[in-house]
C-alpha cells in the first residue's frame, strides 16, 4: 500500500519561498503520477500542480504558474513542490496524492477525483 508523507510547510513572509516534499513508502514511485493540492479554511481543495512519472509532463493551475514548480526524484522515492515569490492567498494545507501509470509515462491530471493515495497534508502560512 503506497503512503504519501508531506514535509516542509511553514510559515513564511509573502514574496518569500518554500518547498514542499512528498515522501512515498511501501511501493516504488515511478509508477505514479502525483498531484499537488491544497485547502484553505472553508474553501474545497483545488489543483495546484501535477507531475507524470516520467517527470516529463508538468501541468499548473494559472494561479500558480511562473511562481511554483513541481519535480520528482524516482531514485528518491520524492516529489517536491518549489514554491516562489508566495503571496498571502497561497495560505492552505497542501497534499500531494497518487494514481497508478505506466512507468515512464507522460499522462498526468489536475482532476482531484483521479487520485487514489493522499498524504495527510502539510500547512504553509503566508503572512507578515
Known amino acids: 500500500q503506497l503512503q504519501l508523507v508531506e514535509s516542509g510547510g511553514g510559515l513564511v513572509q509573502p514574496g518569500g519561498s518554500l518547498r514542499l516534499s512528498c515522501l512515498a513508502s511501501?511501493?516504488?514511485?515511478?509508477?505514479?503520477?502525483i498531484g499537488w493540492f491544497r485547502q484553505a479554511p472553508e474553501k474545497e481543495r483545488e489543483a495546484v500542480s501535477c507531475?507524470?512519472?516520467?517527470?516529463?509532463?508538468?501541468n499548473y493551475v494559472d494561479s500558480v504558474k511562473g511562481r511554483f514548480t513541481v519535480s520528482r526524484d524516482n531514485t528518491k522515492n520524492t516529489v517536491y513542490l518549489q514554491m516562489n515569490s508566495l503571496r498571502p492567498e497561497d495560505t492552505a494545507v497542501y497534499y500531494c496524492a497518487a494514481v497508478p501509470t505506466r512507468a515512464d509515462s507522460n499522462w498526468a491530471t489536475l482532476l482531484r477525483q483521479t487520485y487514489d493515495y493522499w498524504g495527510q497534508g502539510t500547512q504553509v502560512t503566508v503572512s507578515s
Open positions: 511501501g511501493s516504488s514511485l515511478d509508477s505514479y503520477a
Open positions: 507531475i507524470s512519472s516520467s517527470g516529463g509532463f508538468t
